[in-house]
């Protein structure tokens, strides 16, 4: 694997901490530089404005971190390139209005999904893509494109869904609190639909006979077994809001029988433990949990329409790119593959992370480095507000430099937001930026420009999508007068 690393790149002595103990070296096909040239390469003043005559040098401190991206990489000036496009390029032509602002690889996307495809050869299989982690219509279109289904939260990624061309009977509308709107739209486009609690099934038997179709159901299960992850995205544990008590099952199955045929079939059992999920063994203990409820929902009998596992979603990537061993789509699926082959179903996945995740970037521009007490400061115009899972998780994720700079330090790097919980990154080791240069937030695809706000008034980014030499605007950046829509024609 390639390492993730500008060309002339030095180990500085000042390697910091926290970013020390998590590179080491692997497999690099360039060979790293040694150490840090003597003065350390530092042409940039201490605030970090160039010095007029000096060209930039590169000193970073990454040599040995790994790239699990080759899509994003260096070229030979210390520049980072997505596929064949220079970040800096795509930076001057945006302008800083459109500052920060998302970048995605389509090839990246593309190959990620070949990885659940490959590993999925052989079985009956739906890939459903968790559009919640990344709602672009672009992003959504690729996918569709390449075959996958969707899973759903909402009526409004059901119409997305639709817009982009998804065959909705391969998508599956789920939730905790789907409304009767949602639920009939759902039905309508014959969306395989969650059964989350007991007033869900009576508010989607409900749907069902408004719109006169029968619902295709899964009973959503919670197979009480811990992801090991974050607390905020834990969610099939015994007391989890989602999903029902397995010792609920047979009121659940009794329920759906009674409503008949023409109103709700049971078309399978769902499970999703959570997510950021880094070892299989998770998964296979679920599957088999799993497993064993199809067997007793079959010998039971009555299940006709039975047909489908599916096992959520929740792998993770490697944010840390430190080259942990991560599993990999084929070794979740294999370590399930005879179990579902013996059961006969058609599995369902529900991959957000794994499909996007590492297929973008947030890219933001330097506004000026500072020093308070011991800490420095990079500070940039992306924030909490455009990225929030270091705020809202304590998220690490990786934090690289777009372009050469100086010597190396440590940095802790903050946006422009009244919090003291507006950071992207603390404790990074980042070659000293000039004012203006650009930083970017790597393994940004999924879970941030969704869950980006307006918060300081600030504006919801730019999305660009690179596809080899080419790239475009796919959604257009928020401006200060979408941010005025909401008042128009109100007397304020
Ligand atoms: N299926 C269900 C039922 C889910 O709730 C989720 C994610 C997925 C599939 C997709 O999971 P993935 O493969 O992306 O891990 N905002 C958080 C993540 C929240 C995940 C919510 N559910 C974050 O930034 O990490």
Redesign the pocket.
């Known amino acids: 694997m390639a390492a993730f690393v500008p060309p002339g790149a030095a180990l500085a002595s000042s390697l910091a901490a926290p970013d020390a103990r998590r590179l080491r070296a692997a497999g690099s096909r360039r060979p790293a530089v040694a150490a840090a040239r003597p003065g350390g390469g530092a042409r940039l003043s201490p605030t970090g404005a160039p010095s007029p005559s000096a060209p930039p040098t590169m000193v970073v401190a990454v040599p040995t971190a790994v790239n699990p991206t080759p899509t994003f990489h260096y070229d030979d000036a210390g520049y980072m390139v997505v596929e064949g496009v220079r970040v800096r390029d795509m930076q001057d032509a945006l302008g800083e209005e459109a500052s920060p602002f998302y970048v995605y690889s389509k090839a990246q996307i593309s190959a990620n999904y070949e990885a659940y495809r490959a590993a999925l050869d052989g079985v009956d299989a739906i890939i ?1 893509y ?1 559009i ?2 990344n709602n672009n219509k672009a992003v959504v279109k690729h996918l569709a494109g390449l075959g996958a289904g969707a ?1 759903l ?1 909402s009526g409004a990624e059901l119409r997305l869904a639709m817009e982009a061309g998804m065959d909705t009977s391969r998508t ?1 509308f ?2 905790n609190g789907k409304t009767p709107a949602e639920l009939r739209a759902a039905v309508r486009s014959r969306c395989l639909i ?1 059964v989350d609690s007991e007033f869900d099934a009576a508010h989607i038997a409900d749907a069902a006979r408004a719109e006169g179709l029968p619902a295709n159901v899964l009973i ?1 299960i919670n197979p009480d077994v811990d992801p090991e992850v ?1 607390a ?2 834990s ?1 099939g544990l015994a007391n989890s809001k ?1 999903g029902i008590r397995n010792s609920h099952l047979q009121w659940f199955l009794d329920y759906i029988r009674d409503a008949g045929d023409d109103v709700l079939r049971l078309a399978g059992v ?1 499970s ?1 433990l ?4 880094k070892k299989v063994s998770i998964f296979k203990d679920a599957a088999d949990i799993m497993l064993g409820f199809v067997n007793t929902i079959r010998e039971g009998g009555a299940a006709p329409h039975l047909r489908y596992l599916n096992i ?5 990537i490697d944010y840390e790119r430190v080259g942990e061993e991560l599993p990999s789509p084929a070794d979740l699926i294999n370590t399930i593959r005879p179990q579902l082959l013996a059961g006969g179903l058609t599995v369902i996945m ?6 996007v ?1 590492n297929a973008g970037a947030l890219v933001s521009r330097v506004i000026g480095v500072k020093t308070n007490g011991s800490t420095r400061f990079i500070v940039t115009d992306g924030s909490m507000s455009e990225l ?2 270091p705020a ?2 304590d ?1 690490y994720m990786y934090i690289a430099a777009t372009e050469p700079g100086g010597e190396t330090g440590v940095f802790d790097v903050v946006g422009p937001v009244c919090e003291s919980s507006d950071f992207l990154g603390k404790g990074r080791s980042l070659p000293l930026p000039a004012e203006g240069s650009g930083l970017a937030v790597m393994d940004a695809g ?3 420009h ?2 980006a706000s307006n918060y300081n008034m600030k504006r919801l980014p730019t999305e660009v999508l690179v596809d080899g030499d080419e790239w475009r605007i796919v959604r257009k950046g928020q401006t200060y007068e979408d941010l005025m829509l909401g008042y128009e024609g109100l007397d304020i």
């Open positions: 459903g968790a919640k982690a899973v939260v599956v789920n939730g969650n959503r974050h905020y995205v969610t989602f769902h999703h959570g997510s950021t999920i959520g979603g929740g792998l993770g529900e991959p957000g992370r794994s499909l995740g929030i899972r809202l998780y998220a999924a879970y941030c969704v869950m």
